[in-house]
């Protein structure tokens, strides 16, 4: 209602046909890049009693130039994480299924087990379809692929506004890599002891990051 009344059918056609092709090659990208991330983070990001202390004091928003105790990752960087991990592996699933749906069908096995596991009584669905043409799974895929999609979105675009002008520094951190002593100890204070600690043991010195 707004793109083909603004540059016509033809013109819409084809940024149409170049919008699907770029979406479905640098999804291999986005996939590749989630595998590095599971890879290099999940260790760092498992919960531990300090997020629940985090949580509780609302990772100290609400109390100026005062902030719970964290390590690397903080328990609202955790969740964001796994929210990220979860919605990640979700929307490849998806995008898989969408590109090769003969192949990779998902969602009559999903319902199968749904409805084996009782889930789909208790969320008030009753029975879930288990047989499926290549066409339904098709419309599945896509309506779980835009939802998740919308759903990331509206995740990436808080976590943009925290990471420039919602926090200070922090910004700058990703920049760089490297944060000031002082702000690492205010906003990561028990990762800050466990690199000074690593560097006594070394007999070293270097910037936190």
């Given at each position: 209602?707004?793109?083909?009344?603004?540059?016509?059918?033809?013109?819409?056609?084809?940024?149409?046909?170049?919008?699907?092709?770029?979406?479905?090659n640098v999804a291999w990208a986005f996939m590749l890049g989630l595998a590095i991330v599971i890879l290099n983070w999940t260790l760092q990001n498992i919960p531990n009693r300090?997020?629940?202390?985090?949580?509780?004091?609302?990772?100290?928003?609400?109390?100026?130039?005062?902030?719970?105790?964290?390590?690397?990752?903080?328990?609202?960087?955790?969740?964001?994480?796994?929210?990220?991990?979860?919605?990640?592996?979700?929307?490849?699933?998806?995008?898989?299924?969408?590109?090769?749906?003969?192949?990779?069908?998902?969602?009559?096995?999903?319902?199968?087990?749904?409805?084996?596991?009782?889930?789909?009584?208790?969320?008030?669905f009753g029975a879930l379809p288990e047989q499926m043409s290549p066409q339904e799974e098709q419309q599945y895929a896509q309506l779980w692929h835009a939802i998740v999609g919308?759903?990331?979105?509206?995740?990436?675009?808080?976590?943009?506004?925290?990471?420039?002008?919602?926090?200070?520094?922090?910004?700058?951190?990703?920049?760089?890599?490297?944060?000031?002593?002082?702000?690492?100890?205010?906003?990561?204070?028990?990762?800050?002891?466990?690199?000074?600690?690593?560097?006594?043991?070394?007999?070293?010195?270097?910037?936190?990051?």
């Open positions: 209602k707004v793109l083909i009344p603004a540059f016509g059918h033809e013109i819409f056609s084809t940024i149409a046909i170049a919008s699907k092709w770029i979406h479905n300090h997020d629940l202390i985090w949580l509780a004091k609302g990772g100290g928003l609400f109390s100026k130039h005062s902030h719970p105790p964290a390590k690397k990752f903080n328990a609202g960087q955790k969740i964001i994480f796994w929210l990220v991990v979860l919605l990640g592996l979700s929307i490849s699933a998806s995008g898989l299924s969408l590109l090769f749906p003969y192949e990779l069908p998902m969602f009559a096995d999903t319902f199968h087990h749904l409805n084996q596991w009782g889930i789909s009584d208790l969320l008030g919308f759903v990331f979105m509206a995740i990436i675009l808080a976590h943009i506004y925290l990471g420039t002008i919602g926090m200070e520094g922090a910004f700058d951190a990703m920049g760089s890599g490297e944060v000031e002593e002082q702000w690492a100890r205010e906003h990561h204070g028990l990762w800050v002891d466990e690199v000074k600690e690593r560097e006594t043991r070394s007999g070293t010195a270097t910037p936190a990051e």
